[in-house]
């Protein structure tokens, strides 16, 4: 039982249509019972204007048909108006799934109900989460390029050493694992003894991780260091968290020049299946850029996010075989092992670079597939976070 709107339309700033009373009570101006609109903003739902309510001329019996002539504030922008039945002090009653007129445009007036309305913000809130990362990234791709060099170029500037330690800053962390695992513990991996084995094996392994742990690691703090930004300028924010992806990738770039130099200054052929490179990297900044969106939104709220993570990383670094064989993880372990996407991105790489071949398809679909609702959700996280950034900081 509710309510029926014959014949609506738009005459100038006002709503005129009939409504029908098809509910067992009569409708009287004397108990509330009126019609009003509101408006509201259509990406949040919050509402704007509570405009005025009319009343009907006359008490509505059921089955019968009152006038009605209301002036109504037009949408503008992202809004939307809602003209409903009412009864003051108890209900508006599209709430209540009455059907209600929609004024989307100035223009475009429709009948329709709180489901449906519901229905078309989800399936248009779906629509957005899959265009709005593409779409920001791709409309500031300028920005992104700049603030990526000058990150990485500022990163050590003043320093003896300059942007050379783009160059050195990775080469002297793998050195170092490499130094305690592969000659102080003298790990080795199956089929060949040797040292320099070891360090292609491990070396094709931390070339992933170098990307991936330096974006995740420094986003829960991305925001606070350009607060500048967040409070005082008309700025996407959202590129910030890609700006550490970008400058994460360019460190990874530089270790795999490196590391394809090492294996031909070790006698090795150059890997002619690293074209096949592209189907890892791809999951692999999907990923990674999905994952440090929703830590640099969750970093505004929870300054210790950073140490916390820290940790994390630490953890997940050595449960991921990237130092040690795989034939050295328990057996109970394996089957959590292979759902790391990490493992995969690392056994991926070590086929292209040390074995010439493919990666395996069956996990490489399964991370194209992860990566890409981690990338979506992450974006769709920090996009619902951002409103509250300039009041927190």
Same mark, same amino acid.
């Given at each position: 039982m509710s309510a029926a709107y014959?014949?609506?339309?738009?005459?100038?700033?006002?709503?005129?249509?009939? #409504? @029908?009373?098809? &509910?067992?009570?009569?409708?009287?101006?004397?108990?509330?019972?009126?019609? %009003?609109?509101q408006v509201f903003d259509a990406e949040t739902g919050t509402l704007i204007v509570d405009g005025p309510r009319v009343t009907p001329e006359r008490?509505?019996?059921?089955?019968?048909?009152?006038?009605?002539?209301?002036?109504?504030?037009?949408?503008q922008g992202d809004t939307y108006t809602i003209v409903s039945a009412m009864r003051e002090h108890v209900a508006w009653y599209w709430e209540r799934g009455w059907p209600f007129l929609l004024l989307e445009t100035a223009e475009r007036l429709r009948v329709t109900t709180a489901g449906e309305l519901r229905?078309?913000?989800?399936?248009?809130?779906?629509g957005r989460a899959f265009v709005y990362p593409w779409r920001t990234i791709?409309?500031?791709?300028?920005? #992104? @390029?700049?603030? &990526?060099?000058?990150?990485?170029?500022?990163?050590?500037?003043?320093?003896? %050493?300059?942007?050379?330690?783009?160059?050195?800053?990775?080469?002297?962390?793998?050195?170092?694992?490499?130094?305690?695992?592969?000659?102080?513990?003298?790990?080795?991996?199956?089929?060949?003894?040797?040292?320099?084995?070891?360090?292609?094996?491990?070396?094709?392994g931390m070339l992933p991780w170098l990307a991936f742990s330096e974006a995740v690691g420094r986003s829960p703090s991305v925001m606070w260091e350009h607060r500048n930004f967040v409070k005082k300028l008309v700025f996407a924010v959202e590129t910030l968290p890609v700006n550490l992806v970008s400058a994460g990738l360019v460190t990874e770039c530089v270790a795999v020049v490196l590391f394809c130099i090492l294996l031909l200054a070790l006698g090795r052929t150059f890997p002619a299946a690293i074209a096949w490179l592209p189907?890892?990297?791809?999951?692999?900044?999907l990923f990674t850029a999905g994952l440090s969106w929703f830590l640099a939104g969750l970093g505004v709220f929870f300054r210790d996010l950073g140490?916390?993570?820290?940790?994390?990383?630490?953890?997940?670094?050595?449960?991921?075989?990237?130092?040690?064989?795989?034939n050295q993880v328990p057996h109970a372990a394996a089957a959590l092992l292979s759902k790391n996407p990490i493992y995969v991105l690392v056994r991926g790489y070590r086929a292209i670079l040390l074995e010439h071949h493919a990666p395996a398809f069956g996990p490489l679909w399964k991370l194209w597939l992860l990566s890409a609702i981690v990338f979506v959700l992450g974006h769709a996280w920090f996009y619902k976070l951002r409103k509250s950034f300039a009041d927190l900081m």
């Open positions: 014959l014949a609506p339309r738009l005459d100038g700033s006002a709503v005129e249509f009939d #409504i @029908r009373n098809e &509910t067992n009570e009569i409708w009287r101006a004397g108990d509330g019972f009126g019609i %009003g609109y008490d509505v019996k059921p089955g019968e048909t009152a006038h009605v002539r209301l002036e109504v504030e037009a949408p229905r078309a913000r989800l399936w248009r809130s779906i791709w409309r500031n791709r300028s920005l #992104i @390029r700049t603030m &990526t060099r000058r990150d990485v170029l500022g990163r050590y500037r003043g320093s003896f %050493g300059g942007s050379f330690w783009t160059v050195f800053s990775p080469m002297l962390l793998m050195l170092t694992y490499f130094f305690v695992f592969g000659v102080v513990l003298d790990s080795k991996i199956p089929g060949d003894p040797s040292r320099s084995a070891f360090a292609l094996y491990y070396l094709a189907l890892l990297l791809i999951p692999q900044v140490q916390i993570l820290g940790f994390l990383l630490t953890i997940w670094f050595f449960a991921t075989p990237i130092c040690y064989p795989e």
